[in-house]
């Protein structure tokens, strides 16, 4: 069991991270890239030039057993648009545990959702925070924030058929996939209008706190 100063940590560490971003947007994102955490975005080489369309990050937070990502994208509505991070076992969409993150009906959305693959559609899950154990989200210069933690192993059902897909991330590779799209008038995470999958297989190990 995690005791209360390990969360009042994880909480303070996103505050302050919401913080860099609200006052240097961008950039701050990008500080300790490959060196502290890892960094991932789209377009090819974005990270290098700090010029990402949509940035991720992620680190292993020891005391918590858990990862900590960060998404920032040029969504200038995310009460229409979503940003996403998944985890794939291949670099293409389906079968995979994505987290999608917007102000949908004016409310902070950090939600876990399942793709398919043919036909082509995702849906969110029935327990929408499972596995994350912290969450926020920020505007900031007509750019979107989200940052969460997520447990290190979750065990995901499949809301197309009868399944549970285990995903752990101290003993497996993922292929992360970065993406940004809209809302249906009824709230339904539509096709993506921006996505870039991890060539390879990430491990989300290589970085810890």
């Given at each position: ?56 990050t ?22 229409t ?5 998944g ?7 389906g079968?995979?545990?994505v ?14 959702y399942w793709?398919?693959?043919?036909p ?22 007509g ?8 447990e ?14 285990t ?10 996939l970065?993406?940004a ?9 539509k ?19």
């Amino acid at each position: 069991m995690h005791n209360s100063n390990t969360f009042g940590r994880v909480s303070i560490l996103i505050c302050l991270l919401t913080i860099s971003i609200g006052t240097r947007a961008q950039e701050s994102l990008y500080d300790g890239c490959g060196t502290t955490k890892g960094c991932f975005g789209t377009p090819d080489s974005c990270v290098e030039s700090k010029s990402c369309d949509i940035v991720t990050t992620y680190l292993y937070i020891t005391d918590l057993d858990a990862y900590q990502f960060e998404l920032y994208g040029n969504v200038s509505d995310p009460t229409t648009n979503y940003l996403a991070i998944g985890l794939s076992e291949n670099s293409k969409m389906g079968d995979d545990s994505v987290v999608l993150c917007s102000t949908l009906n004016n409310e902070e959305h950090v939600d876990q959702y399942w793709t398919r693959g043919f036909p082509k559609s995702a849906k969110i899950l029935d327990e929408p925070s499972l596995g994350i154990l912290e969450s926020t989200v920020a505007i900031t210069d007509g750019a979107f924030y989200c940052s969460f933690v997520r447990e290190a192993v979750t065990n995901i059902p499949n809301p197309y058929a009868d399944e549970t897909t285990t995903f752990d991330l101290k003993a497996n590779l993922y292929h992360l996939l970065v993406a940004a799209g809209p809302f249906d008038e009824n709230g339904a995470a539509k096709k993506h209008f921006e996505k870039r999958p991890s060539p390879e297989p990430i491990d989300l190990n290589e970085f810890s706190d």
